[in-house]
């Protein structure tokens, strides 16, 4: 299962199962081998790969996307053969995330970060894309909101000799705009990213790198200073603030103050 949600707001866990074709949820303090108290399942639900998914707490809907490129819609609450409340047809991006605040759902793919209303449906088309060779884009694995401040998350597995890296832009930028700030990388510690999760209380973004076996935490204050307002468009000018890694920082700073206890060594050309 490469899909995972908690729902705050009902204490609970949401987790897709693409081989049984089910949306599983359980008890947000479920231990052990535990039934699922609910279970998305059946002809009617149109699932038939589902693979990952993404939560909209506040107001209470899960958005899961399938190979074919549609986005199926159900309640929190749906249990059974239950119909999705919306299809989305063939939004251009599978990687899908939502924000409640102001009422959007993002879409990433090989192609770009495309934004939508969040109750669109149908063959209904993005209000903005943002795509292009400015955005350095390098395989998109796995994007984020955070609706206080209106940025979109995306971890870069790297392709095409990039390597991985985490950028991040508005929800008000639209098209050929570079990301508005990147961090991680290029030539960092990222070789492979998987997950991503954002706790702007703490100005953090964790990364979980499949390579590395590992979850990197990188403090980057400057991204989460304020919240961004109006539009970016392609022919205006960006400010890209490039922020240090977390873990590189601490070594380099280790490294300045102990160096000279260690027979041998220089604090400078050696690093």
Request: proline letters at 7%; charged letters at 20%; zero cysteines.
């Amino acid at each position: 299962m490469h899909g995972i949600e908690y729902n705050e707001v009902r204490d609970e866990i949401i987790v897709p199962q693409q081989f049984a074709q089910a949306i599983l949820t359980f008890r947000g303090d479920a231990d052990g081998s535990p039934e699922p108290i609910r279970v998305i399942q059946g002809s009617r639900t149109q699932l038939k790969e589902p693979d990952a998914l993404a939560l909209d707490a506040v107001n209470g809907e899960i958005f899961v996307p399938e190979d074919e490129g549609r986005v199926l819609v159900f309640p929190v609450e749906a249990n059974g053969n239950t119909a999705p409340v919306r299809v989305l047809e063939k939004p251009a991006g599978n990687l899908l995330a939502v924000d409640p605040v102001n009422n959007l759902l993002v879409a990433a793919g090989g192609r770009g970060i495309f934004i939508y209303e969040r109750t669109a449906q149908g063959n209904a088309k993005p209000i903005r894309a943002i795509q292009g060779p400015s955005l350095k884009l390098a395989g998109i694995r796995v994007i984020r909101v955070d609706p206080a401040r209106g940025l979109i998350f995306a971890a870069m597995r790297g392709a095409n000799s990039m390597a991985p890296y985490v950028g991040v832009w508005s929800i008000f930028d639209e098209g050929n705009v570079p990301p508005r700030w990147t961090f991680a990388g290029p030539g960092e510690v990222l070789v492979k990213p998987f997950g991503l999760a954002i706790d702007p209380k703490n100005q953090t973004v964790l990364v979980s790198d499949m390579k590395e076996n590992a979850v990197l935490s990188f403090h980057v204050p400057e991204v989460f200073g304020e919240r961004l307002r109006g539009r970016r468009a392609a022919n205006e000018t960006g400010i890209i603030t490039v922020a240090g890694n977390a873990a590189q920082e601490w070594l380099r700073n280790v490294w300045d103050n102990f160096s000279g206890w260690i027979p041998g060594s220089a604090s400078s050309g050696s690093r």
